[in-house]
């Protein structure tokens, strides 16, 4: 599997008012892109229309990847919640992507991606009876069951405690080495942790931002970490400024 | 079980307060045994007429149970027939929807003006009752699927007869519930519309008979089994119910 880079430009829109101004950016292959920007700038509607999903927003451009084939059927995603099944067992959770296609599961495959997260022994228990945490875990077995070369996160750690919430930052930078990912969120500290290239997205356009020099995922309690925080930070408080202020 | 004993228990404690209650009522009035009877000469009436009951009764549960099924069958047939079609969704929503509003208890003369005084047009009261709420009660959940579960089948490339019965219709159980709920209560009043339309067997025949003869005990009698069979009904749903809150959403 070789994951493609994304190309989008255009600018976004809701109805005849304009969402995010002109942006022209590249998302590079098998590398972790991050799209950092407050709530409700429309960060997730971009997400969509990568996926090809149903979206409020209407794009005035294109999303192609490099390699030239259709992105639709080479992406999978993982979401904050409400994207696992309450009745169906974590196991059943991860292989629903063969039902659904008609598909002879591999529960085997199933299993040994449970274990990888840290849920082997959790294999029938029900998405009521785990963590949130826990959830999110599952919902990542199943990202990586679907083995799709383009992998979109949208905030998938930000309802999780901090300490919860780093483990599962290492552990899908780890276990989604290689793909090409597309991590949203509106948390300078994670953006900077995670991110290969970082942009942040306002109704200015998509701006991108600086990083340290080492590789990602970065220990969180480096001086370098820290100060690239908060330079960010600092430039989502000019950039994403509301106009009126 | 312990749980169920317990529900037992105070059910049977709240039967005997009611029981006392209407006696009291009774005995401090003193209204007369024609308007209000006691407990005792109802009991005393359900006794002396068992067979008599027994046989109306058999016949009016025979049509509430054909009934019933064929309305939650046919129910639960349209809400797949329109989840999966959107032509169906197109030309059949509407109609749904005005149906709804039209009384259909409303239709029993007509329908026993069509269908005669028999089972047949008691047993279509019933289903027509009955299907009205289960199709949009189920058919409504149908529709609601999750943005996560949607976009999940979505990016699966799920067919919409593979998403509908792998992600819609174990979602949309609870509205089947909620229709069943509404259809054991709407069935039981259906049959004594249409036994009171026009009818010569069954309960709600034997109560108008009973009521023209001031037989008011027997009349009550015919009542509290009438009663006994829509709470048996509404036994059996709240424990599926159960079952699928226990089965279908968490522990």
């Given at each position: 599997?070789?994951?493609?880079?994304?190309h989008?430009?255009?600018?976004?829109?809701?109805?005849?008012?304009?969402?995010?101004?002109?942006?022209?950016?590249?998302?590079p292959?098998e590398?972790?892109?991050?799209?950092?920007?407050?709530?409700?700038v429309?960060?997730t509607?971009?997400?969509?229309?990568?996926a090809?999903?149903p979206?409020?927003?209407?794009?005035d451009?294109?999303?192609?990847a490099?390699d030239?084939?259709?992105?639709?059927?080479?992406v999978?995603m993982?979401?904050?919640?409400?994207?696992l099944?309450?009745?169906?067992?974590?196991?059943?959770?991860?292989?629903?992507?063969?039902?659904?296609?008609?598909?002879?599961?591999?529960?085997?495959?199933?299993h040994?991606?449970?274990?990888?997260?840290?849920?082997?022994?959790?294999?029938?228990?029900?998405?009521?009876?785990?963590?949130?945490?826990?959830?999110?875990?599952?919902?990542?077995?199943?990202?990586?069951?679907?083995d799709?070369a383009?992998?979109?996160?949208?905030?998938?750690?930000?309802?999780?405690?901090?300490?919860?919430?780093h483990?599962m930052?290492?552990?899908?930078?780890?276990?989604?080495?290689?793909?090409?990912?597309?991590?949203?969120?509106?948390?300078?500290?994670?953006a900077?942790?995670?991110?290969?290239?970082?942009?942040?997205?306002?109704?200015?356009?998509i701006?991108?931002?600086?990083?340290?020099?080492?590789?990602?995922?970065r220990?969180?309690?480096?001086?370098?970490?820290?100060?690239?925080?908060?330079?960010?930070?600092?430039?989502?408080?000019q950039f994403?400024?509301p106009?009126?202020? | 079980?312990?749980?169920?004993?317990?529900?037992?228990?105070?059910?049977?404690?709240?039967?005997?307060?009611?029981?006392?209650?209407?006696?009291a009522?009774?005995?401090?009035?003193?209204?007369?045994?024609?308007?209000?009877?006691?407990?005792?000469?109802?009991?005393?009436?359900?006794?002396d007429?068992?067979a008599?009951?027994?046989?109306?009764?058999?016949?009016?549960?025979?049509?509430?149970?054909?009934?019933?099924?064929?309305?939650?069958?046919?129910?639960?047939?349209?809400?797949?027939?329109?989840?999966?079609?959107?032509r169906?969704?197109?030309?059949?929503?509407?109609?749904?929807?005005?149906?709804?509003?039209?009384?259909?208890?409303?239709l029993?003369?007509?329908?026993?003006?069509?269908?005669?005084?028999?089972?047949?047009?008691?047993?279509?009261?019933?289903?027509l009752?009955t299907?009205?709420?289960?199709?949009?009660?189920?058919?409504?959940?149908?529709?609601?699927?999750p943005?996560?579960?949607?976009?999940?089948?979505?990016?699966?490339?799920a067919?919409?007869?593979?998403?509908?019965?792998?992600?819609?219709?174990?979602?949309?159980?609870?509205?089947?519930?909620?229709?069943?709920?509404?259809?054991?209560?709407?069935?039981?009043?259906?049959v004594?519309?249409?036994?009171?339309?026009?009818?010569?067997?069954?309960?709600g025949h034997?109560?108008?008979?009973?009521?023209?003869?001031?037989?008011?005990?027997?009349?009550?009698?015919?009542?509290?089994?009438?009663?006994?069979?829509?709470?048996?009904?509404?036994?059996?749903?709240?424990?599926?119910?159960?079952?699928?809150?226990k089965?279908?959403?968490?522990?």
């Amino acid at each position: 599997m070789t994951a493609p880079a994304i190309h989008m430009s255009g600018s976004l829109w809701v109805g005849g008012s304009g969402l995010i101004d002109a942006f022209d950016l590249t998302l590079p292959a098998e590398r972790w892109s991050v799209l950092l920007g407050p709530s409700g700038v429309g960060k997730t509607s971009l997400l969509r229309l990568i996926a090809g999903l149903p979206c409020a927003a209407r794009l005035d451009g294109r999303i192609t990847a490099t390699d030239g084939a259709p992105l639709a059927t080479r992406v999978a995603m993982m979401a904050q919640d409400d994207q696992l099944m309450p009745w169906a067992s974590a196991l059943n959770n991860v292989i629903i992507g063969s039902r659904l296609r008609g598909e002879r599961p591999q529960r085997d495959l199933a299993h040994r991606l449970l274990v990888d997260v840290g849920l082997g022994d959790h294999a029938a228990r029900k998405p009521a009876q785990l963590s949130a945490g826990q959830r999110q875990r599952i919902a990542l077995a199943r990202t990586l069951y679907e083995d799709r070369a383009v992998v979109l996160l949208d905030e998938p750690f930000s309802a999780l405690d901090v300490l919860t919430r780093h483990v599962m930052q290492d552990m899908a930078a780890r276990l989604l080495y290689g793909r090409t990912v597309v991590l949203i969120t509106h948390d300078p500290a994670e953006a900077i942790r995670l991110a290969d290239r970082a942009w942040i997205v306002s109704r200015r356009g998509i701006a991108p931002c600086g990083l340290p020099d080492d590789a990602p995922p970065r220990a969180p309690e480096a001086a370098a970490t820290l100060s690239a925080q908060a330079a960010l930070l600092q430039r989502m408080r000019q950039f994403c400024a509301p106009k009126a202020a | 079980m312990r749980g169920v004993g317990r529900r037992l228990w105070r059910g049977a404690i709240a039967f005997l307060f009611a029981i006392a209650l209407w006696q009291a009522v009774v005995s401090l009035t003193g209204v007369p045994r024609f308007i209000l009877p006691g407990p005792g000469l109802v009991a005393q009436a359900l006794w002396d007429n068992a067979a008599l009951i027994w046989e109306n009764a058999l016949w009016s549960a025979g049509n509430l149970g054909l009934g019933l099924a064929i309305g939650i069958v046919l129910g639960v047939e349209t809400a797949l027939l329109l989840t999966l079609s959107r032509r169906a969704r197109w030309l059949l929503r509407p109609i749904l929807v005005a149906a709804q509003a039209v009384p259909v208890f409303a239709l029993a003369p007509v329908i026993t003006l069509w269908m005669g005084y028999g089972m047949p047009s008691k047993i279509v009261t019933i289903a027509l009752v009955t299907y009205f709420p289960v199709t949009s009660a189920l058919f409504d959940r149908l529709m609601a699927l999750p943005t996560g579960l949607a976009d999940l089948s979505r990016l699966a490339g799920a067919g919409r007869w593979r998403e509908t019965l792998l992600l819609r219709l174990p979602h949309a159980f609870p509205g089947l519930i909620t229709g069943l709920r509404l259809a054991v209560v709407y069935g039981p009043l259906a049959v004594l519309i249409g036994e009171w339309v026009g009818s010569s067997q069954g309960l709600g025949h034997l109560m108008l008979m009973a009521n023209g003869r001031g037989q008011t005990a027997l009349m009550f009698a015919a009542l509290i089994v009438l009663a006994t069979l829509s709470l048996t009904l509404w036994v059996i749903v709240e424990a599926l119910s159960r079952w699928s809150v226990k089965r279908l959403s968490s522990a």
